[in-house]
């Protein structure tokens, strides 16, 4: 008789085909709910062709929309296409675009003027746009004499706090997330900006796509990216540390995920700009110099108690206090009963969840693509670093550092200049002050 033979398990590869299995099916999973509703979800115009929009005011008539105001467009084989304003003084024209895109003018006739109206003396009529198919581009057309009053450094300075404040706000959820994933586990994560994009990506799906509210879309998008960071624990992090993989290590394998994560987005949008269905254009207010709107104030306000439940429940509660202690010391908190490992499951959830809910509120400013997470990532690193990095409430103060820093940096270099700022600021943290503003000094040997 031949004896069976016996297949012999290495140690470690049953985690690892576990691990490989639980992420092929995230990825699955993700691919499913993504692929259907944003490659094929509604653009603001078809393919094959796009929309020409605007809104005619009237300056010397206190900005009154211009009514009845005929419009032509024509593209770049002579084909014209012609629409008219309404009674809020807005057009908006459908028009065929070749592959590939073109250039169109767009011009106002000036026989349909109102009587009394005329347009900005000296301003061109046509106008050119560029047009790409499925896209948009906006023609503007100033009407009656040019009587904005010119704003000076000074004046822009309150605008400015504010924009700071509200964007600082919004990226310290982000922040907030990342600096957790650091505290407990040391693992520079390249791939947190992700995270940032797929909360504005699942929000965009419900609510544009399956037309749900949008906050029930966004309750469904924090849901998601709660349910991303436990997968990526529990199917790649947590095999990594069981097997000993050191921080550099994992820090490379972050960052092949962030590619793979950005690169799946960008083919499941096709790399389009999208926006929400509601929200998205808001009726601005004025005081003390300031322009406001009520959605930004409802973003600030969800922002801020988020962050100050996630705050006090790592300072009050039982949980909270077992996270902290992972955090110091996780050798110490595993020999006085804490399950580290669930713990820092937990941090991984609650890291998915904040970004997510970053990326949400940035659909709004930064429109809703593939390229939210790159555009904030660094950002995130620099508040963190600048607050110091492991530290709760330094994550915060950083954020608000980073996003006043950006925008009143712009009183004296280009606004597409701005980040650079934020970076600046990063380098000499790191030359002078490595722990950051609230981090510990720690002994290195």
Not at 43 to 58: M, N, P, Q, W, Y
Not at 329 to 349: H, K, R
Not at 392 to 414: D, F, N, Y
């Amino acid at each position: 008789m031949i004896p069976a033979s016996k297949t012999r398990t290495r140690p470690g590869q049953g985690h690892r085909s576990r691990a490989v299995g639980l992420l092929a099916s995230a990825l699955l999973v993700l691919a499913a709910l993504l692929l259907p509703g944003l490659a094929l979800s509604p653009a603001h115009a078809e393919d094959g062709s796009g929309i020409v929009r605007g809104t005619l005011k009237d300056a010397e008539n206190n900005d009154a929309p211009v009514e009845g105001v005929s419009i032509v467009v024509t593209g770049p084989d002579g084909t014209e296409t012609t629409g008219e304003s309404d009674a809020d003084g807005r057009f908006e024209i459908e028009v065929p675009v070749p592959e590939g895109g073109g250039t169109f003018e767009v011009a106002v006739t000036e026989d349909t003027f109102p009587e009394g109206v005329k347009l900005r003396e000296g301003e061109p009529n046509p106008r050119t746009v560029k047009l790409q198919p499925g896209g948009s581009a906006s023609a503007i057309f100033p009407f009656g004499a040019d009587n904005r009053q010119v704003e000076g450094s000074l004046d822009r300075i309150p605008q400015l706090v504010y924009n700071g404040l509200l964007f600082g706000i919004v990226i310290a959820l982000g922040s907030l997330g990342l600096s957790m994933v650091f505290g407990t586990t040391g693992l520079t994560n390249f791939s947190h900006g992700e995270l940032v994009t797929f909360g504005a990506l699942v929000a965009f799906l419900f609510n544009s796509t399956f037309e749900l509210p949008f906050a029930l879309a966004a309750v469904l998008a924090v849901i998601g990216g709660a349910l991303l960071g436990f997968i990526q624990d529990k199917g790649l992090w947590g095999p990594l540390r069981k097997r000993g993989t050191g921080l550099i290590a994992m820090m490379i394998v972050s960052i092949g995920l962030m590619f793979f994560l950005r690169n799946v987005f960008q083919y499941v949008t096709r790399g389009r700009a999208n926006n929400y269905r509601e929200y998205v254009t808001v009726e601005s207010r004025e005081a003390l110099g300031v322009t406001y709107a009520t959605r930004d104030l409802m973003i600030a306000a969800i922002s801020i108690l988020v962050l100050v439940v996630v705050i006090l429940a790592l300072s009050k509660t039982r949980l909270g206090r077992a996270t902290r202690a992972v955090s110091d010391n996780p050798a110490l908190a595993s020999s006085t009963g804490i399950n580290v490992s669930q713990v820092i499951t937990l941090v991984w959830v609650v890291g998915g969840a904040l970004a997510a809910l970053c990326g949400v509120f940035l659909g709004f400013t930064m429109g809703v693509t593939f390229t939210i997470g790159q555009l904030v990532l660094l950002l995130l690193f620099a508040a963190v670093t600048v607050g110091g990095l492991g530290s709760i409430w330094g994550a915060v103060i950083g954020s608000l550092i980073i996003g006043l820093l950006i925008e009143l940096s712009t009183l004296v270099i280009p606004s597409d200049l701005k980040n650079a700022g934020a970076l600046v600021l990063l380098a000499l943290i790191l030359l002078f002050r490595p722990q950051g503003l609230l981090g510990r000094k720690e002994r290195i040997g």
